[in-house]
């Protein structure tokens, strides 16, 4: 998930020259300017040194830059000139006039292309909710793709931004496998298959030359840990007797988690939650987050479970916003690392595949052990 979703807009930094003109007492431009001018004005206040703008890692980048009007008590108060010939000012740097209006209030952008966003995230919708209602297997080969999509993702990125070259091959037939294996034999099933994914890392890496050989093959096994294994626990949650409910309420709750938080942080969110890692995600989106979770957590267990209650619902809701949360920050945490925005371009909108499964993958296994604790595993 984007780090806009979260709803901090971005704060506007001073990246440039100002926009309101030259100060009051600067020196007049212009060939006409002489010495006796120059005794009636006063001197150029110093104007601070600025920061270089940074990469392009986040949709509000500026809430964690501190130069510039980012307060409301700080206002430019230089401006520069900057023509190499006759001091004229630039023409991004209009003279101030007592007729000109004030400038329009900048609107509150939501930070993403909210029209794409939809359109793309119902045709995702109708894909799982039609294969998984329809025929059970189907649903676990939609989990094969994602995962093989994701794979092909993150390690595109890494080899891209870090120089690190996960072995694609043996991770995306590992990582299929080790989905059906879950679905077809439970825990154990998942558990073999991920540590024969890791060995056929190790080996087929010994291929190439030795140098790299350590970042690579750990590089390679965590994503498979990552992608494929956390992933192996939706299949295990639709082996149920109501697993594909069972499915859609994971689903559910971790969209109503993901739509709570934005809402909310987008509309009230001052407070930054982690802006090291994350500088759009609020703590008021933290709290719509739970409560939207938590709300939607009652009612799906009230009606979709067998066996369920409302109030396994609350704890379930609970565990999702909680889940889904940190899920957020881990691949804003790697996307930071990598220096990059988005881990993909596949879904307009969204970005790719691993941004939208980055609060799925770690909210699968919560989810799959409450409702094993509540209701069994069917």
């Known amino acids: 998930m984007n780090d806009s979703s979260w709803g901090a807009p971005p704060q506007a930094g001073y990246w440039g020259p100002s926009d309101q003109g030259p100060v009051q007492g600067a020196a007049p431009a212009g060939p006409a300017y002489d010495a006796h001018d120059a005794q009636q004005t006063r001197p150029m206040p110093i104007v601070p040194d600025v920061p270089a703008h940074g990469g392009d890692q986040d949709d509000d980048r500026g809430a964690a830059r501190l130069s510039g009007p980012l307060f409301r008590d700080d206002t430019p108060q230089t ?18 006039s007592a007729h000109q209006p004030a400038p329009a209030p900048q609107k509150k952008s939501a930070g993403r292309d909210l029209g794409a966003a939809i359109g793309v995230g119902v045709g995702l919708g ?43 091959v043996p991770l995306a037939i590992g990582g299929a496998a080790m989905v059906v294996a879950g679905y077809v034999r439970g825990a154990e099933g998942a558990w073999v298959a991920m540590a024969l994914t890791a060995l056929a890392v190790l080996v087929w890496r010994m291929t190439e030359p030795p140098e790299g050989y350590l970042k690579d093959v750990t590089a390679g096994v965590f994503a498979a840990f990552y992608v494929p294994f956390l992933a192996t626990f939706v299949a295990m949650i639709l082996t149920a007797d109501d697993g594909p409910r069972r499915v859609l309420t994971f689903l559910l709750l971790t969209v109503v988690s993901d739509t709570g938080a934005y809402a909310v942080g987008w509309r009230f969110g001052k407070h930054k939650l982690a802006p090291r890692i994350s500088p759009g995600k609020t703590r008021e989106g933290l709290v719509g987050a739970v409560t939207f979770a938590m709300a939607a957590g009652a009612l799906c267990m ?50 790719g595949i691993m941004d939208r499964l980055d609060s799925l993958l770690p909210t699968a296994p919560v989810v799959w052990l409450l409702l094993v604790i509540f209701v069994g595993s069917g």
Do not use: C
């Open 302 to 351: 009230q009606f979709l479970i067998d066996d369920g209650s409302w109030w396994q619902g609350l704890i379930l809701g609970l565990a999702v916003a909680a889940s889904a949360t940190l899920g957020d920050l881990g691949e804003s945490m790697i996307k930071r690392d990598l220096g990059i925005k988005d881990m993909g371009t596949l879904l307009p909108g969204h970005g």
């Open 126 to 168: 109708a894909v799982i909710i039609a294969s998984l209602f329809i025929v059970k297997a189907v649903f676990v080969g939609v989990i094969a793709v994602a995962v093989v999509v994701g794979l092909w993702e993150l390690t595109s990125r890494l080899e891209e931004r870090k120089g690190i070259k996960a072995p694609l």
């Open 79 to 96: 401006a520069s000139y900057g023509t190499p010939s006759h001091n004229q000012p630039s023409p991004q740097e209009p003279m101030p």
